[in-house]
């Protein structure tokens, strides 16, 4: 049997009908090369004392410079200490700094944006301007002049003053969100009900700022893991006894003059790796949580 096209003929949608669907928006495909990388380099990081069993701090002058070899799988600095171990014991101390810099910029970050978001008009004002005029100033001049003033280079101290110098635009973000949130209705419930600030922010504001404030965090590690290098690099950083991938960076100087070019570029692509792959995370958890947030 044989159809023409005008044996079937369609009724129009009633008025008032609902308009079809839209198709659903395909998922952000997760970035699991930097999920697996950055696994191994935090699995090779804590387990660096049986990956690694030199120790990071010995100076063999038998084999000072020395290339990539079966003995050393990375070389050794211009000083004799085996790049292998320096890695992975290197990086230990380089993402701790970065996680103490990020729990300190996120406590201080929701402290204030959730104060300036609940506060009068004039004193958030005020507060924003600080923020403004602080922001105006670069960050590693901040870092460097409180690094001069308190003088402790060790692990807590950099993550410190890392910490301290990098809230800034979280606590805008937080502010944002406090301000758009202070007069949903579960807010406003809450009020009526005489719930305290401490209350309301752990229980209605907290949650909801979890998907910004996850994407905030993962970027202020990766920034002060980065921050910590720098300073290393430029011998602000570190002491020479503490080994961390920036202060193997710092020796850059002597390894190009000696030739040494494993003393950078190995240490280098670990920086690089780890840095690009959390920023890689911290992108797709940003994504999600504005997918999520349209969604509602």
Request: with cysteine.
């Amino acid at each position: 049997m044989n159809f023409l096209p005008g044996d079937f003929s369609f009724a129009p949608a009633p008025p008032g009908a609902a308009p079809p669907l839209p198709p659903p928006k395909p998922r952000a495909k997760r970035p699991w090369a930097a999920f697996c990388l950055l696994g191994l380099i935090l699995l090779g990081c804590a387990l660096a004392g049986a990956l690694a069993p030199r120790d990071p701090g010995y100076l063999d002058l038998s084999h000072i410079g020395a290339p990539p070899s079966p003995e050393f799988w990375f070389g050794t600095d211009p000083m004799g200490r085996d790049l292998f171990s320096m890695i992975w014991h290197g990086g230990r101390v380089s993402l701790l700094v970065g996680c103490l810099a990020a729990a300190i910029s996120t406590a201080i970050a929701l402290l204030y944006g959730s104060v300036s978001g609940v506060a009068p008009a004039k004193a958030d004002a005020a507060m924003m301007r600080f923020i403004e005029l602080s922001l105006s100033v670069p960050s590693i001049l901040l870092v460097i002049f409180l690094q001069a003033v308190i003088g402790r280079q060790s692990p807590a101290g950099i993550a410190l003053v890392v910490g301290v110098t990098g809230w800034m635009q979280m606590a805008q973000v937080v502010r944002g969100e406090v301000r758009r949130l202070r007069h949903s209705a579960y807010v406003l419930a809450a009020r009526t009900m005489k719930a305290g600030f401490w209350h309301i922010l752990r229980r209605h504001l907290l949650p909801n700022l979890l998907s910004p404030l996850m994407f905030m965090v993962v970027t202020n590690i990766s920034a002060a893991i980065a921050t910590e290098s720098t300073l290393s690099f430029l011998g602000l950083g570190l002491p020479v006894g503490v080994v961390s991938w920036g202060s193997l960076l710092s020796q850059a100087d002597r390894a190009l003059l000696s030739g040494s070019w494993w003393v950078i570029v190995i240490p280098g692509v670990f920086l690089i790796t780890t840095l690009v792959s959390i920023t890689d995370i911290g992108n797709y958890i940003r994504r999600e949580g504005n997918k999520t947030c349209s969604n509602l």
